[in-house]
């Protein structure tokens, strides 16, 4: 597996501009599965998952045309309910195939979906929600069938607000009979830009950011054309690599409204965090970092997306700092690479303390899923020598030419391929 070589010590300076959203462009793909008509999604960030998920709709018969940054996707010709397993089990976002399919088609067979190992991502909420409209599931061997002779509307309480459960009902409920309404709902930005899509795709909703959603099911839906916001988890990783090796990095289409908790977080660490004008914000490091607690949580609270870049910024702050993952089981796995690296952190259940102030070593470290490998990179931005990071598709999956942006900011990270001794330059 090919591996990031990343030279420490360096300090970053510059401008860099943020891509759309992962997490949004992969829903918008989903939800385009709704209609016959062309759907049109622009700002899209060019990323292994995003790939993938092309790959899943154009193996069930949409048509995926990519020009630049945007999408031309047709799904009059989607002639199948299910897509492969080597496709579907290597994305946690192929379960957002079930709402659509099942709303257009009444039919869809998908294999238990794949994603990153930070917890076991159990669907059962996608399975409890779409049950009560009406849908009937028969598992497999590592799969779920589900069919529907006509959705129905419902009142849905969601026990989590899950992301992916809320979008796979919203856009189930788009064309069932009758008011879907869904309790305890996720509020995430993504959420509320899939609402957007859906909407402009003739869908009616209200309530998309709140805890309680509204979907009055409509006969059908046509196409739309929907730009794609900011990436707010690379934004966030790019905020906090200004504040771990930045000299006055200005980071550029960025949606401050979505990461008040991180730029709260990072102020009260002596982070200076000023948006200089809408959509960029330049972000200054202290002299001395304070160490300072998070806790994640649902949107808005903390996003455990940034959960693992953040403490890699703890190692470097003074006094110790305790982060608690509330979201995910399993999401301190990256922290094996941290300690290699020289980190002193000790773990105790979901919560994890790093004492900071103490130099980082390079040294060859693996990553395990995409923000842990983001963690070790930025981790290694600021060690003494060089550190090899192996295992980094895990990166390209989720963050759209890191190592370039890096790079481009006075950093210096290379490729490194199996059995290669010299680093190819990243152009
Ligand atoms: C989305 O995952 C994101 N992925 C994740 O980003 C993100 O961390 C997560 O939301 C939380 O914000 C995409 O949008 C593709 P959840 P999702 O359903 O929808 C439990 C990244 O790095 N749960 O909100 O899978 C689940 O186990 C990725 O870009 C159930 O118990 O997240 C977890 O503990 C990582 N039953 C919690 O809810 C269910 O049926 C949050 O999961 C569904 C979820």
């Known amino acids: 597996m090919e591996s990031l070589i990343v030279e420490g010590k360096r300090t970053l300076r510059g401008r860099v501009r943020i891509s759309g959203s992962k997490n949004i462009t992969l829903p918008l793909i989903a939800a385009s599965l709704l209609t016959d008509d062309p759907v049109v999604v622009e700002d899209v960030p060019c990323l292994l998952d995003v790939g993938i998920m092309k790959e899943i709709v154009s193996e069930i018969g949409m048509g995926v045309r990519c020009q630049k940054h945007s999408l031309y996707l047709d799904a009059s010709t989607v002639n199948r309910f299910s897509a492969s397993h080597s496709l579907i089990n290597q994305i946690r976002a192929s379960i957002l195939l079930l709402g659509p399919l099942l709303a257009r088609f009444g039919r869809a067979k998908i294999y238990l979906p794949g994603g990153c190992s930070i917890g076991s991502r159990p669907v059962d909420l996608h399975w409890k929600g779409l049950s009560a409209m009406g849908v009937t599931f028969s598992l497999g061997n590592g799969y779920m069938e589900a069919s529907s002779d006509r959705l129905r509307g419902n009142h849905i309480y969601l026990d989590f607000p899950s992301v992916g459960a809320t979008e796979n009902i919203m856009m189930a409920a788009t064309l069932a009979e009758g008011e879907t309404i869904i309790e305890n709902a996720a509020r995430e930005p993504e959420v509320v830009e899939l609402a957007g899509l859906l909407t402009a795709m003739g869908a009616i909703i209200s309530g998309a950011g709140t805890y309680t959603i509204s979907i009055k099911g409509v006969s059908s839906l046509k196409g739309a054309r929907y730009r794609v916001i900011p990436d707010r988890i690379e934004a966030g990783t790019f905020m906090i690599a200004a504040a771990i090796a ?5 980071i550029e289409n960025v949606l401050m409204n979505h990461l008040k908790p991180l730029t709260a977080k990072l102020e009260e660490a002596g982070v200076k965090v000023v948006e200089s004008k809408p959509g960029t914000v330049t972000v200054t490091p202290p002299t001395s970092l304070n160490a300072v607690d998070i806790k994640t949580m649902p949107y808005p609270g903390f996003p455990t997306d940034l959960q693992p870049p953040f403490s890699s910024l703890m190692t470097q702050a003074r006094g110790v700092a305790t982060i608690s993952e509330t979201v995910f089981e399993n999401r301190f ?31 060859r470290v693996q990553a395990t899923d995409l923000r842990g490998a983001a963690a070790l990179v930025l981790a290694a931005l600021v060690a003494e020598g060089k550190t090899e990071i192996q295992d980094i598709h895990h990166l390209e999956r989720g963050y759209e030419d890191l190592p370039l942006k890096l790079n481009n900011l006075g950093g ?8 290669q001794e010299h680093y190819a330059q990243i152009p």
């Open 246 to 250: 930045g000299e006055g990095v200005i």
């Open 412 to 419: 210096e990270v290379s490729r490194k391929m199996p059995q």
């Open 333 to 363: 796995r990256h922290v094996e690479g941290l300690t290699r690296m020289g980190a002193d952190t000790w773990l105790n259940g979901q919560s994890l303390s790093i004492r900071g102030g103490k130099k980082l070593w390079g040294n």
